[in-house]
């Protein structure tokens, strides 16, 4: 039975039975599956980006689990399953997530066929646990009766999978050797292996056969002072965690000096101390000093006047190697129990050498014949970063996998040989149980034959024909006395054969197989208890009851009862037929949040001391700075607003009216000012909540109502003859509420209705500002005498790499402006928003340099056309001039409309102009033809960011630039 309902009792949502148990399943096969591919020998890679570009390649599955954000609690589960078999064995973590999915698979469908959860469970514990004693007492190999081989051929089966496969050979050797010059004897005379006294540093340049290993415990820094011997031997070594630095007073310590010369004797004994600690260190022996902070020039004075060796900023896990394989103690401090700082002899580690050698472009400190134990290093050569990072999880791999045989002294074939011969041994099994568990074991058995059949399927092979002759193979092991040596036969996945891979040399420490095993059977079991999945969702303190005409906020959550909404019923559709408003994303509540901050709006109340002067703008936060002081000059863009409205004022006197985006209300109230019967103010922002207050305090709570939420959630329950809204963007488009405008336009509008703006072009033209150019790039050629030109590219990238919004002059353009968009808001759809493309051909009036393009918009305040198909632009030029004196000037035109414009010469405003710089300018001659193509598109990222390619050839040469404004 399946219940999903929303229990009111624990505040959220609740699934139970068989749904939350196949919700549970899929999300493990999906985890399953993309992981599979990379199985076996001839798996594939995967390529993973993360947030912020950074790619890395790699078919490790831990790896691959541990960079995805899996977000289904189920999901993550399987994740946690890969890292701990990583931490327990280090390798066979795609293994253990796919076995773990099929289990889970299986069971989920026993449980369909009425068999209880409790009776899988028991029967997958039984099988696990014969599973595991059946691989210890039957198909394990000790490690003595085959020599040294095994544990190259463990390696080699390990990095078979991996980047480094075609040198396997070479590999293996050098990680067994690694591993065996590590060896130790502890406390209890067991022999251990600490692989972490291998350190692995990656070295660009060269092949990567050219990597090497290196006796001694290598830090990736050098000496910090040259004035130090390159080599000390015997080596007493200090390991520090804290500062060899001049001592400064902390902060909040106050001293009154009257006598000028009792602040040089302070300076003095700061200086003192700092020597004496160094005087104590190499008074107790020490001659190379380890600190995982900061050395200062005055101290290095000290060691390179000693003979020491000095390295600062070590890291701390190398700290703690270098500590444990030397002897030394680290110490975080000289202070002792008596408040005296001393320093004891014993905290020294010992090492027969430590000298600094040079690896690649780098210098390196090695420290060679540690005490306690040995320490060795992989220098690892090769082409590139994504490459140096795979041979380094691969080599990780082997090393544990070397390991783990070295100490459990037993390995088993690989190739599916294992999982093979379990299959049929639990089948046998299962028949002879009369219990319902008899079902659940031969689920198990089945469950293991993925792992053949992956690698067959991975390596493009017949998986079926191939496994069944692998099990038959392992069939006349178990029933057969003198054919007991199949039980090692498993997959020849390069012919497609069966082989015996205990002879071929590919084997695995049977660690690694009871392991997967184990981990993936207890995975499968703590899913599969789960038959009830509560999500709980956060009390916000609001009511219960959504009063009708309200908004949901971005969130989710119910609207301000503050807030005055309509009347009506909101479900007066079937919640059948409703469509589902588009999804309100992070990136929108982010950006609403914007438009909430206080400092924007009053700037514009201090600056014109009346509200009716007060202008709501939409700012992006991140240029609230910069944006305040055009918004304290940006009166001209109010007025044009304001005088469109009493222009119209026989459109909206008495009629109802829609203001989108209505920030602090000042449009609103210039509407109801125009006699409007009723405004609708709808704003997502929380702004609305101040709004409404001013709505209140200038007594227009009658006609201006205040809607909280955003266009597509809102409920109005009628139609609307107006709507008004300044939803122009930088660019006309980037960050503009056109979207929402179109949104309240086809579910509200009246046939014939009235929309304020009417009309929007955006226009582009060259430019040429060698001023700007001069001021971010030029300034590198000579600062204080220094020639510092290098830094010229990196500039160019950092003042170019994005569009720039300023203002230019109208000097500036070279030539006449083209159209790249026109508007009309009655007839554009909401699909033309996601890309806009134009074809340009300009030509140049004028001799200079061409730094870039520059993009500026236009918006005509016009009557509704009684076809509505008539635009006032033909043939894609507008008849509105790019330079107009003023932007109130009435436009020639029978229409007679008001315009706005943000041209170069146009009176200023905040949205000034957006300029797209080239990192080099064009020299372009008089009458050169600038020709080529511009594209706008909404960012998949992130639909409120905006994408710009820019083509354009000039003089035979062609060019593209990307942008991003963000």
Same mark, same amino acid.
């Given at each position: 039975m399946s219940i999903s309902a929303q229990n009111p009792d624990i505040s959220g949502e609740r699934q139970s039975g068989q749904d939350v148990r196949t919700q549970n399943v899929m999300a493990c096969q999906a985890v399953s599956n993309i992981v599979k591919t990379s199985l076996g020998p001839v798996g594939l890679d995967k390529m993973l980006v993360d947030d912020i570009g950074d790619v890395t390649i790699t078919n490790d599955g831990a790896t691959i689990l541990r960079m995805l954000e899996v977000e289904h609690p189920a999901a993550k589960v399987l994740v /946690?399953?890969? /890292?701990?078999?990583?931490?327990?064995?280090?390798?066979?973590?795609?293994? $253990?997530?796919?076995?773990?999915?099929?289990?889970?698979?299986?069971?989920?469908?026993?449980?369909?066929?009425?068999?209880?959860?409790?009776?899988?469970?028991?029967?997958?514990?039984?099988?696990?646990?014969?599973?595991?004693?059946?691989?210890? /007492?039957?198909?394990?190999?000790?490690?003595? #009766?085959?020599?040294? %081989? =095994?544990?190259?051929?463990?390696?080699?089966?390990?990095?078979?999978?991996?980047? @480094?496969?075609? &040198?396997?050979?070479?590999?293996?050797?050098? +990680? +067994?050797?690694? +591993?065996?010059?590590?060896?130790m004897t502890n406390q209890r005379g067991e022999i251990k292996y600490p692989i972490k006294g291998i350190n692995i540093l990656k070295a660009h340049g060269q092949s990567a056969k050219d990597s090497y290993l290196l006796n001694g415990y290598a830090?990736?820094?050098?000496?910090?002072?040259?004035?130090?011997?390159?080599?000390?031997? =015997?080596? #007493?070594?200090?390991?520090? &965690?804290?500062?060899?630095?001049?001592?400064?007073?902390?902060?909040?310590?106050?001293?009154? $000096?009257?006598?000028?010369?009792?602040?040089?004797?302070?300076?003095?004994?700061?200086?003192?101390?700092?020597?004496?600690? @160094?005087?104590?260190?190499?008074?107790?022996?020490?001659?190379?000093?380890?600190?995982?902070?900061? @050395?200062? *020039?005055?101290?290095?004075?000290?060691?390179?006047?000693?003979?020491?060796?000095?390295?600062?900023?070590?890291?701390?896990?190398?700290?703690?190697?270098?500590?444990?394989?030397?002897?030394?103690?680290?110490?975080?401090?000289?202070? &002792?129990?008596?408040?005296?700082?001393?320093?004891?002899?014993?905290?020294?580690?010992?090492?027969?050498?430590?000298?600094?050698?040079?690896?690649?472009?780098?210098? $390196?400190?090695?420290?060679?014949g540690t005490k306690t134990s040995s320490a060795v290093s992989l220098i690892l050569r090769g082409a590139n970063d994504y490459m140096l990072d795979e041979m380094e999880r691969a080599l990780h791999d082997s090393l544990c996998i070397v390991k783990r045989t070295l100490e459990s002294n037993t390995v088993v074939a690989g190739g599916g040989a294992v999982e093979s011969a379990l299959s049929v041994y639990l089948e046998h099994l299962a028949t002879t149980l009369g219990s319902r568990e008899q079902l659940a074991i031969a689920e198990f058995a089945d469950a293991l034959l993925i792992i053949p059949k992956v690698l067959a399927v991975n390596a493009a092979k017949d998986a079926t024909e191939l496994v069944a002759k692998l099990r038959a193979y392992h069939h006349t092991a178990q029933t057969k006395a003198d054919k007991k040596h199949y039980s090692s036969m498993g997959l020849d996945l390069v012919n497609g054969t069966i082989r015996n891979n205990l002879e071929a040399g590919v084997i695995e420490p049977a660690m690694s197989k009871v392991k997967i095993i184990q981990f993936a059977t207890e995975a499968a079991i703590t899913i599969l208890r789960i038959d009830d999945m509560i999500k709980l969702v956060k009390e916000d303190g609001q009511g219960d009851e959504r009063s009708r005409g309200g908004a949901r906020d971005p969130r989710g959550g119910l609207t301000n009862g503050e807030l005055r909404v309509s009347d009506q019923i909101s479900e007066q559709k079937p919640l059948e037929t409703q469509e589902s408003p588009p999804p309100c994303t992070d990136f929108d509540v982010a950006y609403f949040h914007s438009y909430a901050h206080v400092g924007i709006h009053e700037e514009m109340i201090k600056f014109h001391s009346l509200l009716s002067a007060v202008c709501c703008c939409s700012l992006g936060i991140a240029h609230f700075f910069v944006e305040c002081y055009w918004l304290i000059q940006d009166r001209s863009r109010t007025e044009t607003y304001r005088e469109a409205i009493m222009q119209h004022q026989s459109f909206i006197q008495g009629k109802v009216v829609v203001d989108v985006g209505c920030g602090t209300g000042i449009l609103s109230i210039f509407c109801a000012q125009a006699g409007a019967k009723r405004v609708y103010a709808v704003d997502a922002s929380d702004i609305a909540v101040q709004a409404n207050e001013v709505v209140k305090a200038?007594?227009?709570?009658?006609?201006?109502?205040?809607?909280?939420?955003?266009?597509? *959630?809102?409920?109005?329950?009628?139609e609307v003859d107006v709507i008004i809204s300044e939803w122009m963007g930088y660019m006309l488009l980037y960050e503009s509420m056109l979207g929402s405008v179109i949104t309240a336009r086809d579910r509200w509008l009246k046939p014939g209705g009235l929309i304020l703006p009417s009309h929007a072009t955006l226009y582009m033209a060259p430019i040429s500002h060698p001023d700007r150019y001069s001021h971010s790039i030029d300034f590198w050629r000579n600062v204080y005498g220094i020639d510092m030109s290098a830094m010229m590219q990196l500039a160019k990238q950092c003042a170019f790499e994005e569009p720039s919004v300023e203002s230019i002059s109208g000097e500036t353009v070279l030539t006449w402006p083209e159209v790249v968009k026109h508007i009309d808001c009655q007839?554009?759809?909401?699909?033309?928003?996601?890309?806009?493309?134009?074809?340009?051909?300009?030509?140049?009036?004028?001799? %200079?340099?061409?730094?870039?393009?520059?993009?500026?918009?236009?918006?005509?305040?016009?009557?509704?056309? #009684?076809?509505?198909?008539?635009?006032?632009?033909?043939?894609?030029?507008?008849?509105?001039?790019?330079?107009?004196?003023?932007?109130q000037k009435k436009r020639s035109n029978p229409s007679d409309a008001l315009v706005l414009s943000t041209s170069p010469e146009a009176p200023p405003t905040h949205w000034q102009q957006t300029i797209v710089y080239f990192y080099d300018p064009i020299d372009v001659e008089q009458d050169q033809v600038i020709e080529g193509s511009v594209t706008l598109s909404q960012s998949k990222e992130n639909r409120r960011f905006m994408n710009i390619h820019l083509e354009y050839s000039s003089a035979g040469r062609s060019f593209v630039k990307e942008s991003v404004m963000r």
């Open positions: /946690e399953l890969a /890292e701990l078999q990583d931490r327990e064995v280090g390798d066979g973590t795609t293994s $253990v997530v796919i076995v773990a999915a099929e289990l889970l698979k299986r069971a989920n469908d026993l449980v369909r066929n009425k068999i209880h959860p409790t009776s899988i469970i028991s029967g997958y514990r039984l099988a696990m646990r014969e599973a595991c004693k059946y691989i210890e /007492e039957k198909l394990v190999t000790k490690v003595e #009766k085959l020599g040294k %081989a =095994p544990l190259i051929n463990c390696a080699k089966t390990s990095m078979s999978s991996k980047l @480094i496969s075609g &040198d396997s050979d070479f590999f293996a050797n050098l +990680v +067994v050797d690694a +591993v065996l010059s590590v060896k830090l990736n820094t050098g000496r910090a002072a040259q004035g130090m011997p390159l080599r000390v031997s =015997p080596a #007493k070594i200090a390991c520090l &965690d804290f500062n060899l630095q001049k001592t400064k007073m902390q902060l909040g310590v106050q001293v009154v $000096v009257n006598d000028p010369r009792e602040l040089e004797k302070i300076r003095q004994r700061e200086a003192d101390m700092t020597k004496e600690r @160094i005087e104590k260190l190499l008074k107790a022996g020490a001659n190379v000093i380890l600190t995982t902070k900061g @050395i200062d *020039d005055m101290a290095l004075k000290y060691f390179v006047e000693a003979g020491a060796i000095a390295v600062r900023r070590v890291r701390k896990e190398d700290m703690r190697h270098v500590a444990k394989a030397t002897g030394a103690t680290l110490v975080t401090t000289f202070a &002792d129990m008596e408040g005296e700082e001393t320093f004891d002899p014993a905290h020294l580690g010992s090492a027969d050498e430590v000298v600094e050698e040079r690896i690649a472009d780098d210098d $390196v400190v090695l420290i060679k200038n007594g227009l709570s009658d006609k201006v109502i205040v809607l909280h939420g955003r266009v597509e *959630d809102v409920e109005i329950d009628e007839t554009i759809k909401i699909q033309e928003l996601d890309s806009v493309t134009a074809r340009y051909k300009f030509k140049s009036m004028m001799r %200079a340099p061409m730094h870039g393009f520059a993009f500026w918009f236009d918006v005509e305040f016009s009557k509704p056309a #009684k076809n509505t198909n008539a635009t006032s632009v033909a043939n894609g030029s507008s008849s509105i001039s790019p330079f107009t004196e003023g932007n």
